[in-house]
């Protein structure tokens, strides 16, 4: 009698695959201290007289790293597997927000900045999405929904907390908070919960049933087709609009008459929004196909943006708030399922990487947002820019195809 199947890695009971899911979620949370700069904006704008465009600068070194350290993390990830990589990081991570506690000139933000963005490189997608989608076959898109919940749940905690900041300059001890819970906290907790699956021929798990026979495409066969290229333009334009409103929704609010701490609370919303959006879209993509769950999701971002070009009113912010944290908080769960379905799981890291050379767009988005905030008072211009570029997206992605139809096994 010949044996049972093996079951593929983290979908039996006791397989450590939900220790590997809760180290992912906490290593997630990392990530979420992203979130924190646009809500402490008008503090340490105020603290140091700079502009908007100044501050928002900051992004321009930052995401470059990142992009350029995307392709670099997603081989390290293949190569000596995502924990060394998620321990460096979450250390780095530390480091960078106890130095910016202490900063005291603009030319220090731009420079530490630049050490954290490659810590929350290594923290992000890329490493997380490689190890979630090795452990499950079944189910990744859930699986992948609950551990990118930790950086919403991570960045919600801290721009809610925000609003505790009553003091002048308390930014500084937020800061100083943020660097010690990542080592005291995080830290160990990636140290101990994330590891490899065992007992796999070469470097990644059996593939899920409906990868079976079909062949996965490497770097070099990925951007040679039209998918791969038009996910490109799909994450440009995503970060060129996500990166603006992360800066400038609290700034943009407040100007139009709402309180700070009601500007922030609205962040705050958008972000923990993203919690159960990650978990309810990734149910939902396991049952829809890879390409429609992509188009559902980029189509309700788009209609995000569309209520942004609106006049403020309460109904239309709560709108925007609802479409834009649903969908940009799903994008995390779709994208690697997407990825998976056009080239194979074997070098998703590796592709994911080389695409994540689209961040800067996110800079470029915070730059002209405030450029035109600063030259005319308002963000309405910018607003419809985004719009306009958000419907092209879902046009385009339409066009997304299995690229590994063309070649055999």
């Known amino acids: 009698m010949s044996p049972s199947p093996r079951p593929f890695p983290g979908e039996r009971p006791g397989s450590g695959a939900l220790l590997v899911v809760f180290g992912g979620f906490v290593c997630q949370m ?7 700069f646009g809500a402490l904006a008008p503090d340490v704008i105020a603290d140091f007289g700079w502009t908007k465009a100044e501050f928002s600068g900051a992004r321009a070194p930052q995401l470059w790293v990142m992009a350029l350290a995307s392709p670099l993390i997603g081989l390290l990830v293949v190569r000596l597997g995502a924990r060394a990589v ?7 991570l530390g480091v960078s927000f106890l130095l910016l506690s202490g900063m005291s000139a603009l030319w220090q933000l731009y420079a530490v900045l630049c050490v954290q963005a490659l810590s929350v490189t290594g923290l992000g997608d890329i490493a997380v999405g490689q ?14 929904g609950v551990v990118y919940t930790g950086s919403n749940f991570g960045g919600a905690l801290l721009v809610r907390s925000t609003g505790l900041l009553a ?3 308390a930014w500084r001890d937020m800061f100083q908070a943020m660097g010690g819970a990542a080592l005291l906290f995080m830290l160990p907790v990636a140290f101990f919960t994330i590891r490899e699956p065992r007992g796999l021929e070469g470097a990644v798990t059996k593939p899920a049933e409906a990868d079976v026979g079909v062949h996965d495409l490497q770097l070099a066969e990925a951007v040679r087709t039209r998918s791969f290229w038009i996910l490109g333009a799909a994450l440009f334009t995503f970060f060129l609009y996500f990166v603006a409103i992360l800066d400038h929704l609290v700034l943009h609010l407040t100007e139009q008459g709402y309180s700070g701490g009601d500007a922030q609370a609205h962040l705050s919303n958008a972000i923990l929004l993203g919690m159960a959006s990650k978990i309810g879209f990734g149910w939902i993509a396991d049952r829809l196909a890879p390409r429609t769950a992509t188009l559902l999701d980029f189509s309700l971002l788009a209609a995000s943006s569309l209520f942004l070009v609106l006049p403020v009113q309460p109904l239309v912010i709560w709108i925007f708030v609802v479409l834009f944290g649903f969908a940009a908080a799903a994008r995390d769960v779709v994208y690697p399922l997407v990825l998976v ?9 590796e592709i994911y990487g080389a695409l994540m050379l689209a ?3 996110g800079a470029l988005g915070a730059w002209y947002a405030a450029s035109v905030s600063d030259g005319t008072d308002g963000y309405g211009a910018a607003f419809i820019t985004f719009a306009i570029l958000n419907v092209m997206t879902v046009a385009a992605l339409s ?10 096994t």
């Not at 990392?30 to 924190?36: E, P, R, V």
């Not at 066009?399 to 055999?408: H, I, L, N």
């Open 399 to 408: 066009f997304v195809r299995d690229e590994r139809a063309g070649y055999s």
């Open 30 to 36: 990392g990530l979420g201290y992203n979130y924190i």
């Open 86 to 92: 998620l321990v460096c990081s979450t250390v780095l």
């Open 131 to 144: 190890m979630v989608s090795r452990w499950f076959g079944r189910n990744r898109g859930l699986a992948l």
């Open 341 to 349: 379905y056009c080239f194979g799981v074997r070098a998703m890291a």
């Open 359 to 361: 961040l800067p767009a």
């Open 167 to 169: 003091e002048p300059g």
